[in-house]
């Protein structure tokens, strides 16, 4: 699925891949459609565990500079699936598994700032936006590793998610380059968070 469409799979492919005869797959599974959505339950399930226990914490001002525990985890999951992550939310992917994903991403992240700082006429189309705007960010990540950490990509996102309440972020717009020279654009010394941001350590 990485480079074709479910459609397009066949089982004698997987039988091959997985070196085992077409009887045996169908001892297991019914058809290409069964696999991927026994591979979408346990990738969505498990997403859904994790990511859970951020509306356990409330909206605070310090995760703007440091990683939010809570957005680590889910971030940590992905990562470590980061080649099947890739392919379920790719161009390739299931619409209805992504649909379902950005519906999980929505309820788990974004409902109850959308509740609380937004009014209702507004809430669909902000909720439109920054959840394509989350999911795509991590897929860019993900495919292109683009020098920042698990916990560097936690401070962006939150600082995408709620950026709007406050003004204790110091700075947006550092660059990758400019990271590992302890220096933001404007010459000062960056934060912690910027520092975190360069940081290549990232969980494998």
Same mark, same amino acid.
């Given at each position: 699925?990485?480079?074709?469409?479910?459609?397009?799979?066949?089982v004698?492919?997987?039988?091959?891949?997985?070196?085992?005869?077409?009887?045996?797959?169908?001892?297991?599974?019914?058809?290409?459609?069964?696999?991927?959505?026994?591979?979408?339950?346990?990738?969505?399930?498990?997403?859904?565990?994790?990511?859970?226990?951020?509306?356990?914490?409330?909206?605070?001002?310090?995760?703007?500079?440091e990683?939010?525990?809570?957005?680590?985890?889910?971030?940590?999951?992905?990562?470590?699936?980061?080649?099947?992550?890739?392919?379920?939310?790719?161009?390739?992917?299931?619409?209805?598994?992504?649909?379902?994903?950005?519906?999980?991403?929505?309820?788990n992240?974004?409902?109850?700032?959308? @509740?609380? @700082?937004?009014?209702?006429?507004?809430?669909?189309?902000?909720?439109?936006?920054?959840?394509?705007?989350?999911?795509?960010?991590?897929?860019?990540?993900?495919? @292109?590793?683009?020098?920042?950490?698990?916990?560097?990509?936690?401070?962006?996102?939150?600082?995408?998610?709620?950026?709007?309440?406050?003004?204790?972020?110091?700075?947006?717009?550092?660059?990758?380059?400019?990271?590992?020279?302890? @220096?933001?654009?404007?010459?000062?010394?960056?934060?912690?968070?910027?520092?975190?941001?360069?940081?290549?350590?990232?969980?494998?």
């Amino acid at each position: 699925m990485k480079g074709k469409n479910i459609d397009s799979i066949k089982v004698k492919e997987i039988a091959e891949s997985l070196n085992i005869s077409r009887s045996t797959f169908y001892l297991y599974h019914d058809s290409v459609y069964d696999v991927l959505q026994e591979i979408e339950d346990a990738f969505f399930k498990e997403f859904e565990r994790v990511s859970a226990t951020f509306q356990t914490l409330p909206l605070d001002d310090r995760y703007y500079n440091e990683p939010n525990p809570c957005i680590v985890k889910g971030l940590e999951f992905i990562y470590e699936q980061r080649e099947l992550a890739v392919v379920l939310w790719g161009p390739y992917g299931d619409p209805a598994f992504q649909a379902s994903c950005k519906k999980l991403i929505r309820k788990n992240f974004y409902a109850k700032a959308l @509740h609380e @700082h937004y009014i209702s006429g507004e809430s669909e189309l902000t909720a439109a936006f920054l959840v394509g705007g989350h999911q795509e960010l991590i897929n860019h990540w993900l495919m @292109h590793d683009a020098g920042f950490t698990v916990e560097g990509i936690t401070i962006i996102l939150y600082r995408m998610m709620f950026g709007f309440r406050t003004k204790a972020v110091d700075h947006f717009d550092i660059p990758a380059g400019e990271q590992s020279k302890g @220096h933001s654009r404007a010459g000062g010394k960056i934060d912690k968070s910027s520092r975190l941001l360069g940081n290549k350590k990232t969980p494998v």
